[in-house]
């Protein structure tokens, strides 16, 4: 007889429910609806958080959901800049331009282009940017990145580096991501 009183009570405790949800999706759907944004307005505000947009996605995106008044606001994607996506790519595919960028001093920075690819281990990175000119000895390098016990720590990602920078600043750009500088630095 238990048996009976246990199912009849989830027969009605899911009555209830239903009968609860139904009623507030009925009210609710006008306010689902007002939070829907278009596609313009999702790429407007991804490009005001930082998004990049290759030059085939501008095209193709531009004449379809953007009124013509947006059009002429939206900024055309820089050929030095770097995409996120590119980590994928090699160190010799990056071009291996050198900018200098002028300080308050006489001196002149030097910044070189470097490319550091997912999965790569501590020693191929330190090859890499021993190739790039911007460190001495592989082994030392990467002896001093063991002894930080930050060689495995690196991330994946294209930035600038300082062509005379030490030690310290370079591992510092290797593993914080925040550090780094993705765009060409200017000319001042």
Known sequence: MRLKYYIRGIGIGITFATLLLAISFYFGKDSLAKEQLSD????????????????????????????????????????NEVPEGASEQSVEEVPQT??????????????VPFT????????????????AGLIDSVDDFNKYLNKLNIDNLIQAGTFY????CSYDDLAALLVNKDERTTTPPKQE
């Not at 050198?98 to 910044?111: C, I, L, M, P, R």
């Not at 550091?116 to 190739?131: D, Y």
């Not at 580096?161 to 005379?164: E, F, G, R, S």
């Open 116 to 131: 550091v690819r997912g999965g790569e281990s501590s020693e191929m990175v330190c090859r890499n940017l021993k190739k």
């Open 161 to 164: 580096v300082q062509q005379d």
């Open 40 to 79: 313009a307005e999702i790429i407007k505000r991804a490009t005001e958080l930082g998004m990049v947009m290759t030059e085939e996605g501008l095209e193709e995106n531009v004449g379809e959901d953007l009124p013509e008044e947006e059009i002429d606001k939206t900024e055309p994607v820089a050929e």
């Open 98 to 111: 050198v900018e200098e960028v002028a300080n308050t001093g006489d001196a002149s920075v030097t910044y």
